[in-house]
């Protein structure tokens, strides 16, 4: 079941580099969201399933669709039609060298018991309170990044340059 | 436990390896926005599978929390950044940006 998650998710983040067409390709990513959701869920973190789905396959991708909608008349971008081959043997190669590392690293790590560290509200309010003021930072300086870049002109043309 | 951290991690590696040929080889900045979101994905794997492997899976989500937060903030800078840069340009194509090359 693991491993056809895993699977689903890596045949799915292929798609969404090889489509040629755009709002496929964000399509493809939402849904190898929602195959990593599944697998956060089959390790038993829900918290992390949940924040995956929603925010990850909702709204990255509804900012995706949002961006292609407004770009769609310059959207075409001619690719290189040697991504058909070279993508295939780089895949192919990535997969062989991925194997024989990990084949070599089976039963070589020790297995290391990590103290439980309680609940998840615990853990996020109380261990890793610097985090969540980074992350309000980070929402703070996107919001006023996107405010900056949609800002209208004045209509004297007096903006600083 | 130990083999499914091991399995996991070989599929890290080729969602990472996805992420940066997209990033390497394609010329759509939409495409590339899409593999830096391959390559979250990969590290959002990374972390959870780590934190079950060493049973300390709140930590590692409270991480992958923090991680999303931030790839959603990035995700939509850089999307307004290619609108905005769209409009000037009448196209989406990287390697048509050269205003700033000297």
Same mark, same amino acid.
């Given at each position: +079941?693991?491993?056809?998650? #895993?699977?689903?998710?890596?045949? $799915?983040?292929?798609?969404?580099?090889?489509?040629?067409?755009?709002?496929?390709?964000?399509?493809?990513?939402?849904?190898?969201?929602?195959?990593?959701?599944?697998?956060?869920?089959?390790?038993?973190?829900?918290?992390?399933?949940?924040?995956?789905?929603?925010?990850?396959?909702?709204?990255?991708?509804?900012?995706?669709?949002?961006?292609?909608?407004?770009?769609? %008349?310059?959207?075409?971008?001619?690719?290189?039609?040697?991504?058909?081959?070279? $993508?295939?043997?780089?895949?192919?190669?990535?997969?062989? #060298?991925?194997?024989?590392? +990990?084949?070599?690293?089976?039963?070589?790590?020790?297995?290391?018991?990590?103290?439980?560290?309680?609940?998840?509200?615990?853990?996020?309010? %109380?261990?890793?309170? $610097?985090?969540?003021?980074?992350?309000?930072?980070?929402? $703070?300086?996107?919001?006023?990044?996107?405010?900056?870049?949609?800002?209208?002109?004045?209509?004297?043309?007096?903006?600083?340059? | 436990?130990?083999?499914?951290?091991?399995?996991?991690? /070989?599929?890290? @590696?080729?969602?990472?390896?996805? /992420?940066?040929?997209?990033?390497?080889?394609? !010329?759509?900045? =939409? !495409?590339?926005?899409?593999?830096?979101?391959?390559?979250? &994905?990969?590290?959002?794997?990374?972390?959870? @599978?780590? /934190?079950?492997?060493?049973?300390?899976?709140?930590?590692?989500?409270?991480?992958?929390?923090? =991680?999303?937060?931030?790839?959603?903030? =990035?995700? @939509?800078?850089?999307?307004?950044?290619?609108?905005?840069?769209?409009?000037?340009? !009448?196209?989406?194509? =990287?390697? &048509?940006?050269?205003?700033? !090359?000297?």
């Amino acid at each position: +079941m693991h491993l056809f998650l #895993l699977i689903g998710l890596v045949a $799915f983040s292929i798609m969404a580099v090889l489509s040629r067409d755009l709002l496929k390709s964000a399509i493809s990513l939402a849904v190898a969201s929602i195959f990593l959701a599944l697998v956060f869920f089959h390790l038993g973190a829900v918290y992390a399933g949940v924040f995956e789905l929603s925010v990850v396959a909702g709204l990255i991708t509804v900012l995706f669709i949002t961006a292609i909608a407004l770009t769609r %008349n310059d959207g075409e971008v001619a690719e290189s039609k040697r991504h058909r081959i070279v $993508f295939p043997l780089f895949f192919l190669a990535l997969a062989v #060298l991925d194997i024989l590392v +990990m084949r070599k690293l089976l039963g070589q790590i020790p297995a290391i018991q990590g103290a439980g560290s309680g609940t998840f509200s615990q853990v996020l309010w %109380n261990q890793r309170t $610097f985090d969540l003021v980074g992350q309000v930072g980070a929402i $703070f300086a996107g919001v006023l990044a996107v405010l900056a870049l949609f800002r209208h002109d004045s209509p004297k043309g007096d903006s600083h340059e | 436990m130990n083999n499914l951290w091991i399995l996991n991690m /070989g599929f890290v @590696a080729l969602l990472i390896g996805i /992420g940066l040929y997209c990033l390497l080889a394609m !010329k759509n900045t =939409v !495409k590339l926005l899409i593999g830096v979101e391959i390559i979250a &994905k990969g590290v959002t794997l990374a972390l959870v @599978a780590s /934190g079950y492997a060493r049973d300390n899976l709140m930590l590692a989500q409270a991480m992958v929390i923090t =991680v999303i937060v931030i790839d959603v903030a =990035v995700i @939509a800078t850089a999307l307004a950044l290619i609108i905005s840069i769209n409009r000037h340009t !009448k196209s989406l194509d =990287v390697s &048509k940006l050269t205003q700033l !090359k000297g």
